[in-house]
């Protein structure tokens, strides 16, 4: 609510359930691409208005926004790289007949 987000309990609930429920998933290796598309706003968002808006530096005493950036760069990496042979996407795709990588 001090950060000046519209509807911010609803945005708690969202954030929560993302980091709760898709961390839950990823692990699993379902709907990796999705999630991480979320993730990297998430990241990003926490950054530029959170974080760097008041004045975080990047390596902070407790934890700057080096951590988030870092967070970000991972989740672009599982967008692009996706879940791999062992996720539960590779073993929906498998049995719907097609053949992705």
Avoid at 15 to 33: D, K
Avoid at 45 to 56: I, L, P, Q, S
């Amino acid at each position: 609510q001090s950060l000046g987000f519209p509807a911010p309990q609803a945005l708690a609930w969202i954030v929560s359930l993302l980091e709760f429920g898709g961390g839950i998933a990823m692990v699993l290796g379902l709907f990796v691409r999705p999630i991480g598309i979320l993730y990297i706003v998430e990241m990003l968002v926490t950054t530029f208005r959170a974080k760097m808006a008041r004045g975080v530096g990047f390596i902070d005493r407790s934890t700057g926004w080096e951590v988030d950036l870092l967070l970000a760069a991972i989740a672009l990496a599982l967008v692009l790289l996706g879940s791999g042979a062992f996720g539960l996407d590779a073993a929906l795709r498998s049995k719907k007949g097609t053949r992705f990588r």
